[in-house]
């Protein structure tokens, strides 16, 4: 099993910035892929941002280039910057990571979550 921890999400004006960390613990060595997810009220769970263990990443189209993920591998930790917030942000962030890197563009393919963290961006 994977565990993993979020943490720095809260309430930010628009245009404003947040940094989410998440930590990792458990059978990390099994881990290929760990990522962000977001869930917007009434709205499936979509991936924001992820990153392989070789480097790649990808984001979601919608970010415009607000958003930047980097992972700390000494501490298991993988973090997602986020710039010039909307309130269309405005969701739950879950951590994500998956084994392997087949699929791992899509959420139902990834075998772990967090509990989530609530960002809320105010107009």
Sequence with gaps: QVQLVESGGGLVQAGGSLRLSC??????FAINVMGWARQLPG??????????????????????????IS???????????????????TAV???AAKEGTTGWLRAS??????????VTVSS
């Excluded at 499936?44 to 930047?68: C, K, W």
């Excluded at 298991?76 to 010039?84: D, E, F, I, R």
């Design 23 to 28: 930590a990792a613990s458990g059978r990390i």
């Design 43 to 68: 709205k499936q769970r979509e991936l924001v941002a992820t990153m392989t263990d070789g480097g790649s990443t990808n984001y979601a189209d919608s970010l415009e280039g607000r958003f930047t």
């Design 71 to 89: 992972r700390d591998n000494a501490k298991n930790t993988v973090y997602l910057q986020m710039n010039s917030l909307k309130p269309e942000d």
């Design 93 to 95: 962030y879950f951590c």
């Design 109 to 118: 393919n990834y075998d772990y979550f967090g509990q989530g963290t609530q």
